[in-house]
């Protein structure tokens, strides 16, 4: 089981700014590709962006790609997902998982409590 904890959600105005991050608790993500997920009520839950261990490579879903960029601190046991220029469609609560399979690869393991995003128009 790869222990992580989603936080920096809140309530922002669209256009806006937020940061979350995806801790650890002891190199429990250091060594594995990330992903970021969000669902929307009523929506299934949808892939955002994946980072590989090293954090040389990413890669993003169409929808957010030029606004949101997936980073991480291998030393703090940490992946971040700065979210720039949202939009109201970015509601949703957003989750990180493991993957296996690469950058596309899927995600595995129990999904966490996540972190509520609500962006107002």
């Known amino acids: 089981q790869v222990q992580r904890r989603e936080s920096g959600g809140g309530l922002v105005q669209a256009g806006g700014s937020l940061r979350l991050s995806c801790a650890g608790s002891g190199r429990t993500v250091t060594t594995y590709t990330m992903g970021w997920y969000r669902q929307a009520p009523g929506k299934e839950r949808e892939f955002v962006a994946a980072?590989?261990?090293?954090?040389?490579?990413?890669y993003y879903v169409d929808s957010v790609k030029g606004r949101f960029t997936i980073s991480r601190d291998n030393a703090k046991d940490t992946v971040y997902l700065q979210m720039n220029s949202l939009k109201p469609e970015d509601t949703a609560v957003y989750y990180c998982a493991p993957l296996s399979g690469g950058l596309q690869g899927k995600a595995f393991g129990s999904w966490g409590q996540g972190t509520q995003v609500t962006v107002s128009s």
């Open positions: 980072i590989n261990w090293s954090g040389s490579n990413t």
